[in-house]
Every structure is written in C-alpha cells, then in structure tokens.
C-alpha cells in the first residue's frame, strides 16, 4: 500500500515546507534548462504528481517559451491528473496528462524522445536496485543532450553518491548536485546525457513503488 499522494501535495501549500524548498530548487533548474534551449523542446515529467515543478515555470514563463515546450507529464493517480489537466487548460500550454504505470517501457512509446526528464519524487520511493535502473533506462527517455532533474531526500540509507555513480555510468555528466536545500535533508541533481541517446526497449519494468 502507497502513501495517498494526492493528500501529498498538500505540503506544498505551505511555503516553509521542506517539499516547497526543493520544488524552489527544481524549478530553478527548469528555469536554466529552459533558458539554454532554444525553439521547440520536449520535456517528460516522469511521476508527475500534480505537475507543480514543470507548470509552475510554464506559469512565469514568457509567451514564447510557453509556446515552445510541448510534453508529458505521466502519472498514475486520476485525481493527480484532473489537477494537472486543469491547470493546463488554464496556461494553454501544449502538454498531454498521461494516466499511466511510468514504472513500465511500454508507457512512454510515443512520448520520447525528450530533451527534459524530470525525475522528482521518484528515488525516495523505489529500491536502490530500481533506481540504477531508472538512471540506466533514463537514456532511452532522452534526446542528444538531453538535461535530466532528480531528486533524493536524506533517508537512512544514503544513496545519492551511488545515485550520482550510476548516472555517470549510464552516460551523463553532472550540472549540479545541491544538497541540504535551504537547510532542509533535500537534494536535487542535474545531470545531461552526453553520449547517443538508446532507443526505447518495450516490455520492461524500470521500477515499482514501494511506499
Ligand atoms: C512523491 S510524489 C512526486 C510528485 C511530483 N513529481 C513532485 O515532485 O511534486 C510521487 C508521485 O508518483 C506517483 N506514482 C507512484 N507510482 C507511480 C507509477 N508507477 N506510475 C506513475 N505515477 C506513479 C504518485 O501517485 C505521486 O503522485
């Protein structure tokens, strides 16, 4: 049994919240991809929740970046989705609510290549063996230079060095790692592909949600 993740959400009403201060961090960095890319993009927002990060900078966003982000945002719980759904109809952006498992291949046939993936929320949730997985699998989701965001709190066991490990391995050079975001246990990385993107294998399982 997950956790509810709709009622999830609610702590990112709160401004002080530690989930608010790493969605700051987030956001900043979709902020700065989004700055360093030019015309059309593609983004991916894998386990997207109700989509705060990605169209909260859409919401800031000039007109003509708006314009130019199309995407994805895959997600499993419906009531998620009604709000992401919602919130852009409301932007007019041109984003699709995919409800569906993002822990299987056959998810995303259609919807990669992106040039950002958005991993949040993700590597707390899932096994240290689904997470190198997913950073090995992140490159079937990704265009050539593809930008990468993930997030990872401070839990007992801590995994971010092998996090950072495994991205390298899979083909990606970090941008950034910040940790103890605004004094909080959160950490967000950014890292880019940087060797040719895979094609996408169908039929896999990356990861399933333990909590
Ligand atoms: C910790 S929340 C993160 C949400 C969002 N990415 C964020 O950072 O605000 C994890 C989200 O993953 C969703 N989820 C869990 N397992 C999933 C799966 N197999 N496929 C798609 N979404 C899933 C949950 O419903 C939840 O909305």
Redesign the pocket.
């Known amino acids: 049994m997950?956790?509810d993740?709709?009622r999830?959400?609610a702590a990112?009403d709160d401004p002080g919240s530690d989930?608010s201060a790493?969605?700051r961090l987030?956001q900043g960095a979709i902020r700065d991809w989004l700055t360093s890319t030019t015309g059309p993009v593609r983004v991916l927002?894998?386990?997207?929740?109700?989509?705060?990060?990605i169209l909260g900078v859409l919401a800031e966003a000039e007109a003509a970046d708006r314009a130019r982000v199309s995407g994805a945002l895959?997600?499993?719980?419906a009531a998620?989705n009604d709000v992401s759904r919602h919130r852009i109809a409301d932007l007019g952006v041109d984003l699709d609510v995919v409800h569906?498992?993002?822990?299987?291949t056959d998810?995303y046939e259609g919807l990669v290549p992106a040039d950002l993936v958005?991993l949040?929320?993700?590597m707390?949730?899932i096994s240290a063996e689904d997470i190198e997985r997913l950073a090995h699998t992140s490159r079937q989701l990704c265009a050539p230079g593809a930008t990468v965001i993930w997030?990872r709190g401070v839990q007992d066991l801590d995994l971010v060095p092998d996090i950072r490990r495994w991205f390298t391995e899979a083909g990606f050079e970090e941008l950034s790692c910040v940790e103890w975001i605004e004094g909080t246990g959160m950490r967000v990385g950014v890292n880019r592909l940087v060797v040719a993107p895979e094609p996408l294998v169908p039929g896999q399982t990356i990861?399933?949600?333990y909590r």
């Not at 895959?74 to 719980?77: D, Q």
């Open positions: 997950v956790r993740y709709v999830w959400h990112y989930l790493r969605l987030v927002s894998v386990c997207a929740g109700q989509g705060h990060d895959v997600e499993i719980e998620n569906a498992d993002a822990g299987l998810t958005l949040s929320g993700i707390g949730n997030t990861f399933t949600f």
